[in-house]
C-alpha cells in the first residue's frame, strides 16, 4: 500500500460492525441493538453495519456455506466489532459462540467491545467468558462496556433509554474502540498479523 493511501485509509471512517448475538424466540436483543446502532451510527468516527445473527443461518457444525461466506467477507473488511450480548444461565448465546468459530483469520488484531443485558447481573457473567474466547482468537477487547441490568425496565416504548451509566459507557467504550481501531488498523496495513 503506498503512503498515500495509507493516509487516505487512515484518515477514513472506521468499519465497525455490531453483531447482534441473541437469536431466542421474544429476544429483546433487536431494542437493546438499535438503540446502540442509533448511538454509534450519530460519531462520525465509525461506519457502522449490523449483523443479526437470526439472518445468518451458521451451521452448528461449523461446515460452509453461502452464509459463512458472506459472515466472513464482512467481518474481513471490518475494523473492529461490538457484541451486543444476553446472558442466558451465566453464559453467553450458543449462536454467538457458533459465529465466533466460524471465522478464523477475519477476527486477529482487531478491537471489540461488549453491549450486554440480562437480569439483576446486566449480562456481565456472559461479557467475563466472552473476554477470555476474543483473546483466544486474537482480538483485543476493550476495556469499558454497556451493560443493562434488568433490561426490560430500561427501555421506554420508543426503543429509548434513560440509563445514564449505559449512555456513559457507550461513549467512553466508542473512544476506546476509535483508538485501538485506528491503531490496529495502522498495524495491520504495515504487515500482516504474526497469529
Do not use: C
Not at 17 to 24: A, H, L, T
Amino acid at each position: 500500500m503506498s503512503g498515500a493511501a495509507r493516509l487516505g485509509r487512515a484518515q477514513s471512517p472506521l468499519r465497525l460492525e455490531v453483531i447482534v448475538g441473541s437469536v431466542r424466540a421474544g429476544r429483546f436483543a433487536p431494542t437493546v441493538a438499535d438503540w446502540f446502532l442509533r448511538t454509534v451510527r450519530a460519531d462520525p468516527d465509525f461506519d457502522t453495519g449490523k449483523l443479526d445473527l437470526l439472518e445468518f443461518p451458521l451451521p452448528q457444525d461449523l461446515s460452509e456455506n453461502d452464509a459463512v461466506r458472506l459472515f466472513r467477507r464482512r467481518l474481513a473488511a471490518a475494523d473492529a466489532f461490538v457484541l451486543v450480548t444476553s446472558e442466558y444461565n451465566h453464559g453467553y448465546p450458543a449462536a454467538l459462540k457458533t459465529a465466533i468459530d466460524s471465522a478464523k483469520h477475519e477476527w486477529r488484531g482487531k478491537p471489540v467491545g461488549f453491549v450486554s443485558y440480562g437480569g439483576v447481573s446486566g449480562g456481565l457473567r456472559a461479557v467475563e467468558q466472552l473476554r477470555q474466547v476474543v483473546a483466544e482468537v486474537h482480538m483485543v477487547s476493550v476495556r469499558e462496556s454497556v451493560s443493562f441490568h434488568r433490561v426490560r425496565g430500561q427501555f421506554g416504548a420508543e426503543g429509548e433509554t434513560a440509563d445514564g451509566a449505559a449512555i456513559d459507557g457507550a461513549g467512553r467504550m466508542l473512544r476506546q474502540l476509535s483508538w485501538w481501531g485506528k491503531a490496529l488498523r495502522t498495524a495491520r496495513d504495515a504487515g500482516p498479523y504474526p497469529g
